[in-house]
């Protein structure tokens, strides 16, 4: 019987063989290869004594990738000892892009007591990006504990890297149990990720309170980083409270951080209304962007603002009012040239002019208006435009509202000579021509007179 079973065993060990033969000959794919040779030709190249020749082979084995993982161990020996800088960087490239197959090697590198060797292997696992993730563990090791800023940094940078299998990991490396140094490394490695991170968004705003001002601003950052993706309930408030951080570095990032959220950051208005008046021009700038990607709900505090006596914050509340365009601002504005205390009616006309041609017609509504004082401001606005508010003041001259009707006669008038082509094509239109004519006979008469009054005396 135990003949038989022996003898079964060793057919089917025979049929495997065969069909692995088969499999190979006829179905197996070709082994990857780089200018017609084969991973392990090139590997064999990693001994050879020229540097330029080692070199090659390296950057060949990084063109092949993952199907030259049982280069590895070649290339692990050539770095043990290679001095040559360009070969060294052109091997380690090939292990970033082989993958996989190096992390095991990569993660004895990162406890080598050679600070050089770590830094290595963090740029190594870098390269790989997510086919690191089984490192995640170790690079969090080198993360706390390395004593070399600058490797703790390359771990971080590594982690950020690998993305969603280490955030997680680095989420807890935010706790306020960690050390400093640990917490910002966290905080920035997420932040790296960008939107990746985003299931980390809420520790990042607890970290926004954090006692050392390098992570609150590490934090701030990585949020800004998230973009849309790291809104969270709590983001527009603990954002908000962050616009006002002793740090001008938070500050900043915190209004950044906002900016992205568009229309749904409206209840931070107030707060970074405020950092229109802080010291730092960068802020003032960070703080006005975040008000106009939150668009026409930030219009009636900016009004308040540019009423505000205060070196900066009517000129940022105006800039931004501005930026929100004619559509949008020119109705409250005008609205307020009509409201306002006399003092700020002057400023609102200003910014009302700003608006260029698109403004005119808002002027001519503001003719009638029962303040005479309005009514000064917007003459004076209609007048500066010159020719350009002719055409709008020739059709008010049909308008219903006596007042309008005279006051943009008079507003013509002033213009004078520069008017006369427009009003005598204007003379044209039977609806016109009964408005228009005695402008055009009192302008020229103006005109003949003050010609009369500079010519020289007869002698």
């Known amino acids: 019987m135990g003949k038989w079973i022996a003898l079964i065993v060793a057919v089917l060990l025979a049929a495997g063989v065969v069909a692995l033969v088969v499999y190979q000959v006829f179905f197996a794919p070709p082994p990857a290869t ?9 590997a064999a190249d990693l001994t ?49 892009r082989i993958g996989r197959p190096a992390v095991p090697a990569m993660k004895r590198w990162l ?14 696992l870098a390269a790989m990006g997510d086919d690191a993730r089984s490192a995640v563990g170790t690079l969090m090791w080198v993360l706390r504990l390395d004593k070399d800023a600058r490797i703790r940094a390359a771990a971080a940078t590594a982690l950020g890297k690998i993305g969603r299998h280490a955030v997680d990991d680095l989420e807890d490396g935010l706790d306020a149990d960690e050390g400093e140094n640990t917490r910002e490394y966290c905080a920035w490695a997420l932040g790296q990720m960008g939107e990746t991170a985003a299931p980390a968004a809420e520790s990042l705003l607890e970290s926004l309170t954090d006692e050392s001002d390098r992570v609150r601003y590490r934090a701030a950052w990585a949020l800004t980083q998230m973009k849309q993706a790291g809104l969270t309930a709590e983001s527009v408030p603990r954002l908000s409270a962050a616009l006002s951080d002793e740090s001008p570095a938070v500050r900043k990032a915190a209004a950044a951080a906002l900016g992205h959220y568009g229309p749904r950051a409206a209840g931070a208005i107030p707060a970074l209304i405020e950092r229109f008046a802080d010291e730092k021009e960068g802020i003032r700038a960070a703080a006005a962007d ?18 505000r006596d205060h070196e900066q914050v009517p000129t940022v509340a105006a800039g931004c009012l501005l930026a929100m365009g004619p559509e949008a601002a020119i109705p409250p504005v005008e609205k307020m040239l009509r409201q306002a205390a006399p003092e700020h009616r002057p400023l609102a006309a200003v910014i009302l002019r700003r608006f260029g041609r698109e403004a005119i017609p808002a002027f ?26 002719v055409p709008q003041l020739i059709a008010a001259l049909n308008d219903p509202d006596r007042q309008r009707r005279e006051a943009a006669g ?44 500079s010519a020289p005396a007869p002698s």
């Not at 005479?372 to 401001?377: A, I, Q, S, T, Y």
């Open 34 to 42: 780089h200018q017609g040779r084969t991973a392990e030709q090139w």
């Open 48 to 96: 050879a004594p020229g540097a330029a020749t080692r070199r090659r082979a390296c950057e060949a084995l990084a063109a092949i990738g993952p199907d030259a993982g049982d280069a590895v161990a070649g290339l692990l020996d050539l770095l043990e000892t290679e001095r040559h800088r360009g070969v060294r960087d052109a091997g380690l490239k090939a292990l970033g």
């Open 111 to 124: 406890k080598s007591p050679q600070a050089g060797v770590r830094a290595e292997a963090c740029d190594v």
């Open 290 to 307: 975040t008000i106009n990607r939150i668009g026409p709900a930030a219009i009636p505090a900016l009004l308040e603002a540019v009423k």
């Open 364 to 389: 001519i509504r503001l003719l009638d208006d029962p303040t005479p004082e309005v009514g000064r401001l917007a003459a004076d606005a209609l007048e500066w435009y010159s020719t350009g508010a």
């Open 410 to 453: 008079k507003i013509i008038e002033r213009i004078g000579l520069m008017a006369l082509p427009q009003l005598e094509e204007a003379a044209g239109d039977p609806e016109l021509r009964e408005a228009v004519e005695p402008l055009i006979k009192t302008i020229k008469a103006a005109a003949a007179g003050r010609s009369a009054a």
